[in-house]
């Protein structure tokens, strides 16, 4: 069972009414993505705000956080006051597919750790189920509001299972997104990729495509590479 918090350098994350827990997934993503020159991001599916928090400590933007949960959505807003970043934290209790803001302003950035299991056993909680299986929020629905929410020359930025990217990145290309950067994330040396970090955009040409191996040794024998890529949030790094 996770714990109902998760410390990291510069923020506490609370989890007990959350229905999707902290993850080296969306801790990868967030401290992978790239937020450059970023004015406006927009997380979706905020769940307990972390993705929102890590964008915030990374960059001066203003972070939105979109989560239709409501008792996720409670939790994330505690994480966020309880942040040194809390008054550039928005966060909003709906549903991505109903989400219009006020000022219509397009975003720079949408970062998400979306719900992928589509062909699994569908959990027995709502509200997990919700969090982690597709059909409250299908891929071509995710492109659909990065082609509305973002402004022209922004960026996509999601973490996925391999299988799920491949596929995820052929749908994007149909609607306008291409790939401009990979990271391929493998538990140990000698395992191969099980998920895929990608940045997207509406203009394509090459891609820049890396692997990131997470422990290279025994269990809690972490790379260098990773170590580098979170030391500013693990308290361990």
Known sequence: MANDWFSFKQFTVRQAKAAFKVTTDSVLLGAWADLEGATSVLDIGTGTGLLALMAAQRCQAQITGVEPDRPSFEEAQTNALNSPWSSRITLVNIAIQDYNPDDSVPFDTVIT???????????????????????SLKPGELIQAAARLLKEEGTLQLVLPVSEAVHFMKMAEI??????RILRVKPRPASAPVRLLMTLGRTGGNVTDETLVIEEGGRHEYSREYKTLTGDFYLNF
């Open 113 to 135: 750790n979306p719900p992928f299991f589509s062909r699994s056993l569908k959990n027995l909680d709502p509200r997990k189920a919700l969090a982690r299986h597709d059909f």
């Open 175 to 180: 609607q306008g997104f291409y790939c401009r």
